[in-house]
C-alpha cells in the first residue's frame, strides 16, 4: 500500500501533483475539496451545508467532510491513496486514526505567498473532467477550452482576491500546525512547489514512486 496525505496552501499544486501521481502509481487520488464541488453540484444535503463555506474559503464543518471521505474512502480496493486537502486540522488528522485510515508520508509543498497568489489568480477548471488549467502556465490548447471535453473552462468562485486572502489565512491558522503534528511523527517531507511542474513530477516519483 502506498499512502500519502500532500498538504500545503491551496494554489501549491497539490491537485496538480496528485492527479499526475496517481496515474503513475495507479492509487487513488481523493481531493475532500472536489468531493465536496461535486456534492454541492448535485445538490445533496451535505453540498448544499457546504456551499457557503466553500465559496468564502472558510473550512466546512469537520462532520460533513469527516463523513463523506469516510464514505469514499470505504470503497476504494486500490494499491494506496493520495489525500489532497485532507486533514486542514487537528481533529480531521485524529479521525484518520480513529478511523483506521492509515498514512505513511506527508508531503509538504512549501510555496511563496506570491505564488501562490499568481496561481490561483489565473486557474482555470473544467467542472466536466475536473481537470485545471492555467491561463499562463498550463494554457489550454483551444482558447478557453477544456483539452479532453472541449467544454468551456470556468473559474473556480474561491479563487476571487477576497476567497483567496481568506483561504490563505484559514491555512496559516488551522492547517499550518498540522507541519508540527507529523513532524513529531516523523512522515514528513518538504517538497519545494515554486518548481515548474515537470520538475516536481520528477522529484515526487524519484522520492516517493518507489
Ligand atoms: P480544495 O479544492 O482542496 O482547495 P485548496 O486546498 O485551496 O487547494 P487548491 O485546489 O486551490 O490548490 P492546489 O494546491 O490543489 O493547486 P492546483 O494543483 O489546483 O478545497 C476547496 C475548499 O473546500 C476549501 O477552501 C474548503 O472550503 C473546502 N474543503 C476542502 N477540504 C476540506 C477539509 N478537509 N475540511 C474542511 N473544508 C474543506 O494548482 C493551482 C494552479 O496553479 C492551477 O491553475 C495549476 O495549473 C497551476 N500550477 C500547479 N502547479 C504549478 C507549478 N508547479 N507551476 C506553475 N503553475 C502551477
Not at 90 to 112: N, P, W
Not at 181 to 191: R, V
Not at 202 to 207: F, I, N, T
Amino acid at each position: 500500500m502506498k499512502r500519502f496525505i500532500f498538504l500545503g496552501p491551496p494554489g501549491a499544486g497539490k491537485g496538480t501533483q496528485a492527479d499526475f501521481l496517481s496515474k503513475k502509481l495507479s492509487i487513488e487520488h481523493i481531493s475532500t475539496g472536489e468531493l465536496l464541488r461535486q456534492e454541492i453540484a448535485a445538490k445533496t444535503t451535505s453540498g448544499e451545508k457546504a456551499r457557503l463555506f466553500v465559496e468564502s474559503g472558510d473550512l466546512v464543518p469537520d462532520e460533513i467532510v469527516i463523513e463523506i471521505l469516510k464514505d469514499h474512502i470505504s470503497k476504494i480496493r486500490g494499491a494506496g491513496y493520495i489525500l489532497d486537502g485532507f486533514p486542514r486540522n487537528t481533529a480531521q488528522a485524529q479521525s484518520l486514526e480513529e478511523h483506521e485510515i492509515g498514512v505513511d508520508k506527508v508531503i509538504l509543498f512549501d510555496i511563496d505567498k506570491e505564488t501562490v497568489i499568481k496561481r490561483l489568480s489565473g486557474r482555470l477548471y473544467c467542472p466536466a473532467c475536473k481537470k485545471f488549467y492555467h491561463e499562463e502556465y498550463r494554457p489550454p490548447k483551444e482558447d478557453t477550452l477544456c483539452d479532453n471535453c472541449h467544454r468551456a473552462l470556468i473559474r473556480r468562485k474561491d479563487d476571487d482576491p477576497e476567497s483567496i486572502e481568506n483561504r490563505i489565512r484559514v491555512y496559516l491558522e488551522q492547517t499550518h500546525p498540522l507541519i508540527k503534528y507529523y513532524e513529531e511523527q516523523g512522515k514528513l517531507e518538504h517538497i519545494d512547489a515554486n518548481k515548474e511542474v515537470d520538475v516536481i513530477n520528477q522529484e515526487l516519483l524519484e522520492r516517493i514512486g518507489r
